[in-house]
């Protein structure tokens, strides 16, 4: 399903509306979400909500894939608003920034639902 152009005034009001805490987050486009959620991301998150990693590196431990690997998986997910990658000096921390997923299949939309801290 296709969205029609938005204007940017419109879309900075709306913006500033949910800073503001008085307008909810819009809901996202659920296509390119669904298209990464490979069983292999789901795993990932899986693994980072049940063990939260306090580095990539104990992420490759605790999974056996290799690190450019799963370096470019955490980014896809971080694109969708999933997994924080949180830099600490040289090293990066996975976060895990959603429990689950709403998605409305009549709009093609999904909303996220916050993972707790």
């Given at each position: 399903?296709?969205?029609?152009?938005?204007?940017?005034?419109?879309?900075?009001?709306?913006?500033?509306?949910?800073?503001?805490?008085?307008?909810?987050?819009?809901?996202?486009?659920?296509?390119?979400?669904?298209?990464?959620?490979?069983?292999?991301?789901?795993?990932?998150?899986?693994?980072?909500?049940?063990?939260?990693?306090?580095?990539?590196?104990?992420?490759?431990?605790?999974?056996?894939?290799?690190?450019?690997?799963?370096?470019?998986?955490?980014?896809?997910?971080?694109?969708?608003g999933l997994?924080?990658?949180?830099?600490?000096?040289?090293?990066?921390?996975?976060?895990?920034?959603?429990?689950?997923?709403?998605?409305?299949?009549?709009?093609?939309?999904?909303?996220?639902?916050?993972?707790?801290?």
């Open positions: 399903m296709r969205t029609k152009p938005i204007d940017l005034a419109v879309l900075r009001e709306q913006m500033r509306a949910v800073a503001r805490g008085e307008a909810k987050t819009p809901a996202r486009p659920a296509a390119p979400l669904l298209a990464a959620l490979s069983p292999e991301a789901l795993d990932l998150l899986g693994v980072l909500l049940r063990e939260r990693p306090a580095t990539i590196s104990d992420l490759v431990a605790l999974t056996g894939r290799a690190q450019p690997n799963l370096s470019r998986s955490l980014q896809q997910l971080a694109s969708h997994v924080g990658l949180v830099r600490s000096g040289r090293e990066v921390r996975p976060e895990p920034l959603v429990t689950g997923l709403r998605v409305d299949l009549l709009t093609g939309t999904y909303e996220p639902e916050a993972a707790s801290v």
